[in-house]
């Protein structure tokens, strides 16, 4: 082997979120692993995340959580409200039977943040500035995997790559993965503003035709979303940034004086969501995991969630690769097996949230309401929604389906 390669048993393409957390989990294995992100550096994050139930408990299972919590805001309640009317429902997670029921609110910067030095503990390395070009299999049965780190060429050895590179997965297409892509038709804002005393203890989602706003504490600030039809972004940005805080305050005239922060619209990240559906996660040598293979609708706030599953399970089939010395597609297809039924499931079901609540149709608005306040009525219908909002199930029966409607 040439001595500008690397050798390494596992690298993983993209440092995110995902990516992270599943090297954290090689690495305290036993394996030797290396994460290529394309960024030169980490930048404080202009939005914040939810962390659900099910993503809770994967940080858990690789001893992670305990580390995460003391940098994220804990609630258990989201008040739906009518904007311009009145709180239609409020949902409580406290009421799912799970060790982690409850949402921590955390900015995603600093949850990568723990977990780089995490992996740096655990005898992982990280290469930014580094971008993977393409992987060919060796005839040694290794893979040869080419990067360009800041500028130059790399190669690097391996066993099994990892493709936790985002919704336009460069490894994807290196690898020729058929893939269906379907954008939303919906514009999301994200943005931080200062903290507000009256939305500490419970989060507020406000809806009406053609608009959602969320309002969500973090542990020094807020997290607010804003979803509308994307053909009306131009029109809100040329009102400008004074015109988009105004409207903000009307809608919650709480966080009116929080939102000095917000200068221009350079302190506000968006982004034009798109669904990814790909006809397998794995090949030889190789898996794909997060956006690159179930990119979503943000509706249920699930995406970091799911990826965070992800890691667990491709941890665990990676150590069983490594442990039967087979790393062939139907050695790493379990994993696929047993992710991709519920991955589905919850980019289903968070399009057909995001069509009742954010719609402009208003059959699809009165059902949006309807939905919600019989949810909120009902503990038991609360108890399924949440449980599927929170990843924990993959399946909602017709009954139950119907229940919710009637």
Known sequence: MQEDVEDYDVVVAGGGIGGLTLACGLAANGRTTCVLESRPSLLRSKRGLALQPNGLAALDNLGLLAQ??????????????????????????????????????????????????????????????????????????????????????????????????????????????????????????????????????????????????????TLASTYVFYYLPKRKFNDLRSAGIESFKKELGEIEPEVSDSLDNLHSWEDVSHAA????????????????????????????????????????????????????SDFSANALRSYELRRRKQAKFVQDQSERTARVTTTENRFYYWLGKRLIRNTGA?????????????GLTNHISMRDRIRFLI
């Open 378 to 390: 009902d503990p038991r219908l609360m108890r399924i929604a949440l449980s599927a909002s929170s």
């Open 68 to 217: 995460v919590l003391g940098t994220g805001k804990r609630i258990n309640r989201v008040a739906w409200w009518e904007i311009g009317h009145g709180r239609l429902a409020t949902f409580d997670y406290s009421i799912l039977d799970h060790p982690h029921n409850f949402l921590l609110t955390i900015i995603p910067s600093e949850l990568e943040t723990i977990l780089r030095e995490e992996l740096s503990r655990r005898g992982g390395v990280l290469h930014e500035s580094t971008s993977f070009l393409g992987v060919k299999h060796e005839p040694n049965g290794q893979l040869r995997v080419t990067a360009l780190r800041s500028g130059e060429a790399i190669e690097y050895s391996a066993r099994i790559l990892v493709g936790a590179d985002g919704e336009n997965s460069n490894c994807r297409k290196a690898l020729g993965v058929r893939t269906r892509v379907k954008e939303s038709v919906n514009q999301y804002l994200f943005m931080l503003i200062g903290p507000v005393d009256a939305i500490r203890q419970e989060a507020r989602q406000y809806f009406t035709r053609g608009k959602m706003v969320g309002f969500y504490p």
């Open 273 to 324: 969501p798109k669904r990814v559906d790909v006809e397998n996660w794995v090949v030889d040598g190789t898996a794909l995991m997060g956006d690159a293979v179930h990119a979503l609708d943000p509706a249920w706030a699930q995406g970091a969630n799911l990826s965070l599953q992800d890691a667990v399970a491709l941890a665990d089939t990676v150590e069983r690769c490594f442990e039967s």
